[in-house]
Each structure stands twice: as structure tokens, then as C-alpha cells.
């Protein structure tokens, strides 16, 4: 039986990765802050009140597995505050740092006792930190143009790529997030070349704009469960050979 351990777990991406693992057959270990009634209900291991900002709550996950093998580390909690130029939160900024890009090096390097050769590690990050994706500008102008020409959103988005949801809102701002992501992807292809002589394979994945309580539901998004069936097969499909990939869920590679 294949163990996964999934941060953020109590909801949204994370609680579905436990959902669709769980059906699987696979161990699943959910961590989180707080624990929801769906999480509760998938009969999960469950290990809750961990704050991945806190060494001594890390250095406390650590003792609760108590050496059991992980396969598959899959650092999913984030968060997503808006931080504009004319309104630049910079503790806001610091925040967004700790929890989506230094939280999931230090989770990664305490958990590293409890992988073996041939496990996996994940970092979830989004195309919202790829600076050199100017395509995505591209895309968002070609879907003004559409839905300005109609005033339909839904014909204006059948009109571009699939991919039009994960960039709809991405010219500029979002500075924390933006930034912590980019820093995420950095430490991801770090780890992939550090960790490659033993055996340790890492994928960096982008999940795609999702309908989530962290995009506030938006209707441009996909649900839950097909970006987490994409995620799962980027998962499965990663190796040696392949290590630190910046991977969309949809298997396309993406840009720095």
C-alpha cells in the first residue's frame, strides 16, 4: 500500500487529493490546522492543529509518525492574499513567504527520515509564479477581445485554449503570492537536483485555476476533482528522468 502525506488537507485541493487517494486504496496522512467534517468523513489518518510555520509543530508531526515510510509528500497548504503596488502589505508579503515557500522546504527537509528511495515529493505552486509566461498576457487580451465582441464569457472562453482559466486575472499584483510562488519553483528544482543521487524524484505542479474557497469560487475555474485526476496522473508519471518539472496539471510543461 502506497502512503501519501498531503498537507492542507481539510479542504479544497488538499481534501480532494485525500478523496481521490483514499479511493485508490492508498494510506493517506492528512494534515491540517483545523479538521472539517468532509475530511472526517473520507476515514483518513488525520493529524490536525499543525501549523507548518512552526518548527515545534513540524518537529511534533515528526514524532506522531514515528518513522512511518512515506511514498508520496505532497506539500499542498498555501494561502492567497491580495497585495496590490498602492496598497503594499509588505507583513502580508512576509506571511505568504513563510507559509507557500519556506513552510514546505522545512516540512520537506524535517519529513526526509521518513522517505526512501523511490518516494516523491510534490510542491504545489501555480503558473502565477512563472515570470517568463507571457503567453498568459497573450491569452487574457485574446479573451477581452472575444467577450468585449460578444458579451458572452462562456462563448468567449469556449473561443481560446483550455488553459485561459489559470490566467484570467494575471496582470500584475498579487505580489506575496506571485512572489512566494516563484520562490516555491526555485526551491522545488533545487531539491530535484539534491535529492536525484537518492532516488527521490520531485515534481513542481501547477493545479490550474480551481473552483475554490482560495479563488473565491470563480466560475472561470475547473472543479476540484478533474485538476486533482491531472494532478494524481502528473504524480504517477513522474521519475529520474523527469525530476523538477514544472508541470500543469494538464500535463503541459510550463515556462520559468
Known amino acids: 500500500m502506497v502512503t501519501y502525506l498531503i498537507t492542507g488537507a481539510n479542504r479544497g485541493i488538499g ?6 487517494l483514499k479511493q485508490r486504496g ?28 512552526s518548527d515545534t509543530d513540524i518537529k511534533g508531526l515528526l514524532k506522531k509518525l514515528n518513522g512511518q515510510k512515506i511514498d508520496v509528500l505532497i506539500n499542498n497548504a498555501a494561502i492567497l492574499e491580495r497585495v496590490t503596488l498602492d496598497d503594499l502589505d509588505i507583513n502580508s508579503i512576509r506571511q505568504q513567504f ?11 527537509k524535517t519529513l526526509l527520515r521518513n522517505l526512501t528511495t523511490g518516494s516523491k515529493i510534490i510542491l504545489m505552486t501555480s503558473r502565477m509564479g512563472s515570470i517568463e509566461d507571457i503567453a498568459i498576457d497573450r491569452l487574457v487580451r485574446t479573451h477581452k477581445l472575444y467577450f ?6 462562456q462563448q468567449a472562453t469556449e473561443k481560446c485554449p483550455n488553459s485561459l482559466g489559470d490566467c484570467y486575472n494575471t496582470s500584475g499584483g498579487s505580489y506575496g503570492y506571485r512572489m512566494s510562488k516563484v520562490a516555491l519553483c526555485m526551491a522545488g528544482k533545487s531539491l530535484s537536483v539534491d535529492l536525484k543521487p537518492k532516488n527521490i524524484a520531485v515534481a513542481i505542479l501547477h493545479p490550474g485555476l480551481v473552483k475554490t474557497r482560495m479563488t473565491n469560487f470563480t466560475p472561470n475555474g475547473i472543479t476540484p476533482e478533474k485538476s486533482v485526476q ?27
Do not use: Y
Open 26 to 53: 492508498n494510506h493517506v496522512i492528512a494534515v491540517c490546522r483545523e479538521v472539517s467534517q468532509e475530511l472526517l468523513e473520507l476515514d483518513v489518518s488525520i493529524e490536525t492543529g499543525i501549523d507548518l510555520t
Open 230 to 256: 491531472g494532478l494524481i496522473a502528473r504524480i504517477d508519471q513522474l521519475n529520474l528522468e523527469n525530476t523538477g518539472t514544472f508541470w500543469h496539471s494538464n500535463g503541459e510543461i510550463l515556462p520559468w
Open 98 to 108: 513563510e507559509v507557500n515557500a519556506i513552510a514546505p522546504l522545512r516540512l520537506t
Open 148 to 153: 468585449k465582441a460578444t458579451g458572452n464569457r
Open 15 to 20: 481534501l480532494e487529493f485525500c478523496r481521490q
